[in-house]
């Protein structure tokens, strides 16, 4: 009876090798020594799994779980990634994950840049998934952030414009999330060194180039030494070397100048119910030749971003329009870790060069295009996610075959392009709404019950 029992589990569990073997020779040595008057049928069963033990021995298997069928049959070589954006820890979490060497060269001299990190950043259910499956931990994700209440557009006297609970560019009622940036590459830092992933501080990379000895991986020099023996040297950051031999020179690019001013502000309870209400945690005021965007970090500090078109004078010396209310003019005095910048915006897409169609390099993120520059729909960091999601896709979605990688890599580029001029074209069509003397809003996309009603009514 007892050899019967291990036939049936061996045919049930023999997909799941080389664990279900190991627990059925151990099942068998208790066959031979309770029944031995099957001492033959047991004896043949145990030399046969012990044989076919040994041959798993030998071969490469190496499987690396994941919920989304990216896995990697054996190790994939070693990735260098330059940057220190959440795109940049994304992409490392998952390909460290599939158990790829993975270096990430940072130029900060320590993570305490993440306390000035304020940016806004709106997650949902699906990038929270995502993230699950480049393999963060679902609970140290859902401990950073928090459900987002809803926006609000004030006029320069704190009248509401428009108001509502749906974020742009979210599904309407899909749970929505948001936190702060520094908050979400803290986390994501954390897990990639939890997963074995190294980091390099204080480290500038310089130019990479293709190694010589026949192996048809790429070295890289930086500071401190050289990085040899990489599979993939991808960056996200912009101005790099990387940027130089990979994107062609354009003489006609152009370019859109805005003063930006960001800071830190403590507000009253009475404030925060003029800007915020009851039920919004984020506002954008328009008017005036200028646009405030405004977040709760928490109950008491409020992070605002001011953007206004580029002037001769100093972003620094800008006043706040002479329209605003002075409870939004109090504010932003009394602000704290104040800050002033001229963003350039590029006009023009770039391209990639033929010569370098079979280089593992690539630029990537807002090495390319920047999105959501303004933070005005907080969406930055969720593109970088499915960006990172859509390259471990390509390089480990195949089990036996991992494809040629600059090929890849260009397919990449070539999507992250397209999608991401896009974005930026509708960041600029913002700009030029939010930053006009009677700025114009348009219409956010309704329901189809709303169009229903609507349309039965006319």
Same mark, same amino acid.
């Given at each position: 009876m007892g050899c019967t029992h291990a036939r049936v589990l061996f045919l049930h569990v023999h997909k799941h090798i080389p664990i279900a073997t190991s627990c059925l020779v151990a099942y068998l040595h208790y066959c031979l020594l309770v029944h031995m008057q099957k001492y033959v049928h047991s004896f043949l069963l145990f030399f046969f799994l012990n044989m076919y033990a040994a041959l798993l021995s030998f071969l490469p298997l190496k499987v690396v779980f994941s919920g989304t069928n990216m896995y990697a049959v054996k190790?994939?070589?070693? !990735?260098?990634?330059?940057?220190?954006?959440?795109?940049?820890?994304?992409? *490392?979490?998952?390909?460290?994950?599939?158990? +790829?060497? /993975?270096?990430?060269?940072e130029k900060k001299t320590s993570p305490s840049y993440e306390r000035q990190a304020n940016r806004?950043? !709106?997650?949902?259910?699906?990038?929270?998934?995502?993230?699950?499956?480049? *393999?963060?931990?679902?609970?140290?994700?859902? +401990?950073? /952030?928090?459900?987002s209440k809803g926006w609000r557009f004030l006029t320069p006297q704190l009248e509401v414009r428009r108001e509502s609970s749906t974020f742009p560019g979210c599904a309407i009622g899909e749970t929505t999330f948001h936190c702060e940036e520094g908050a979400l590459l803290r986390m994501l830092r954390t897990e990639f060194l939890r997963f074995g992933g190294s980091v390099n501080w204080e480290t500038e990379a310089y130019e990479p180039f293709e190694s010589s000895d026949g192996t048809d991986t790429w070295s890289l020099r930086k500071d401190y030494g050289f990085g040899t023996g990489a599979e993939a040297i991808l960056t996200t950051?912009?101005?790099?070397?990387?940027?130089?031999?990979?994107?062609?020179?354009?003489?006609?690019?152009?370019?859109v100048l805005f003063d930006v001013q960001q800071g830190v502000s403590d507000v009253e309870t009475h404030d925060k119910g003029a800007l915020f209400g009851d039920q919004s945690d984020t506002f954008i005021l328009v008017g005036d030749g200028a646009a405030l965007h405004g977040w709760l970090l928490d109950e008491r500090r409020c992070a605002w971003r001011s953007v206004r078109r580029a002037t001769t004078k100093n972003a620094a010396d800008a006043e706040p329009g002479e329209q605003w209310d002075?409870?939004?003019?109090?504010?932003?005095?009394?602000?704290?870790?104040?800050?002033?910048?001229?963003?350039?915006?590029?006009?023009t897409t770039p391209a990639i060069q033929d010569?370098?169609?079979?280089?593992?390099?690539?630029?990537?993120?807002?090495?390319?295009?920047?999105?959501?520059?303004?933070e005005w729909r907080g969406d930055n960091a969720r593109c970088m996610i499915e960006e990172a999601s859509t390259l471990c896709r390509a390089f480990y979605g195949k089990k036996y075959h991992r494809g040629d990688v600059a090929t890849l890599l260009r397919g990449v580029e070539q999507d992250g392009i397209v999608k991401r001029a896009n974005l930026l074209r509708r960041d600029l069509q913002d700009a030029e709404h939010f930053l006009a003397v009677h700025p114009l809003l348009q219409p956010e996309p309704s329901s189809t019950v709303d169009e229903a009603k609507k349309l039965e009514e006319s």
């Open positions: 190790p994939w070589g070693s !990735v260098f990634l330059i940057g220190c954006s959440v795109g940049t820890y994304a992409m *490392g979490i998952g390909m460290r994950w599939r158990e +790829s060497s /993975v270096t990430i060269i806004r950043c !709106v997650l949902t259910e699906q990038t929270i998934k995502l993230l699950t499956d480049l *393999g963060c931990t679902e609970g140290r994700v859902r +401990s950073i /952030v928090r459900p950051a912009a101005n790099t070397a990387l940027t130089a031999q990979l994107v062609a020179p354009d003489p006609g690019r152009i370019a002075k409870l939004v003019k109090d504010m932003l005095q009394r602000a704290e870790r104040k800050s002033t910048q001229v963003v350039a915006l590029p006009g010569s370098a169609y079979h280089h593992r390099i690539s630029v990537l993120g807002d090495g390319l295009l920047p999105v959501d520059p303004f």
